[in-house]
C-alpha cells in the first residue's frame, strides 16, 4: 500500500481540476483526476462493497474507464483501489502521488489511514452559479448543496486526524498569488515549487489565473440569487471567512420552497433532454425504472460517449 498519499478535497466548480493540473505539471508529483470510484461504493462505516460487484459497476464508470486502469482480480479491494494510483506512479520520478476526491472523501480513511488532506474552498456564490451551468441544478439554491455537503463533511474528517496532515487553501486565493500558494501546498507534501506548474496551460484547456474571474457572483447573480444562498449556507460561509452581501436576509417559505424544488427538476430534465436526446432520454428512463440491467449497461455507455464531449 502507498504510504501517505495525498488527496485533494472539496466541492465540484470549487477549482479543484486547475489546482490538479498545476500538481500534476510538477515534475515529481502525480496526480489523478476524479477518483470517486475508490469511496462512492464504501459504506460510511468502512465496509468495502464485494469484489464481483464493483468490477461490474467499473464496467459503465465513465471517468474509470478513460484511466484505462488494469484490474487485478488477485487483490483485495484496498490493495485494487491503491494499484490504480500506483499504475500512474513512477517511482523514479515521482516522490508524491495523490488524487482528487469530492464526495465521501472521509472514507479515505478507511483505505489509507494515514492519509493527508488538501482542502480547497471557493466561494458558494460562485460554486451554485457554476453548478447551474453543469445541469446538476436548476437554480442556486440547490447549486449550493454540493458546497454544504463537502464543507460539512470536511468539518468531520478534520477532527478525525491531526493538523500536520491536512492544509486549507482558499480558490480566491490560488487565483490571486498562484505562486505564493503553490509554494505553500508544495512545502506541505516535503516539496519546492516548480515554475512548470503554471504552464498547464501548454497542453490543456485551461488558460492561466485571472484575477477578474473570481467572485463572479456579484456581476452575474441577481440580488433575489445572492439571498437564497445566502440563506441557505450563510452561517457557514462567514466560518469559512467569506463576507455576506449587504442585501436583507430572507427566507423561503414552504411555498417558495416548493417551487424552487420544481424549477430545479424541470431545469435538469430540460438539460438532459437536450443533451442526450428524446430517444436516448427515455431509454435511461425506462432501463433503471424497469431494472433492467443489461439494456442500462449498454444505456450508460452511450450515456458516456456523449458526456466526454462535455464534460472536462
Known sequence: MIRKPFFLVGAERSGTTLLRLMLNHHPEISWVQEFEYSVDL??????????????DWLETHR????MEFSIDKNLDYSELVD?????IYNPTEHKII???VHRHFDRILSIWNDACFIHLIRDPRDVARSCIGMGWSGNVWYGCDRWLEAEILWDKLKNKISPDRYIEIRYEDLIKDPVKILTFVCNFMGLDYHEQMLNYDENTTYSTPDPKLIQQWKKKLSDLEIQLVESKVGFLLVDKGYELSNLPSINPDQFQRQQLKIEDWLYRVKFRLNRLGLSLFIADFLSRKLGLNSWQKQIKLQINEIEKKYLK
Open 42 to 55: 464504501v459504506t460510511d462505516n468502512g465496509q468495502f462493497p464485494s469484489l464481483n460487484a464493483y468490477y
Open 63 to 66: 471517468i474509470f474507464q478513460s
Open 83 to 87: 494499484s490504480f494510483l500506483l499504475q
Open 98 to 100: 495523490g488524487a482528487t
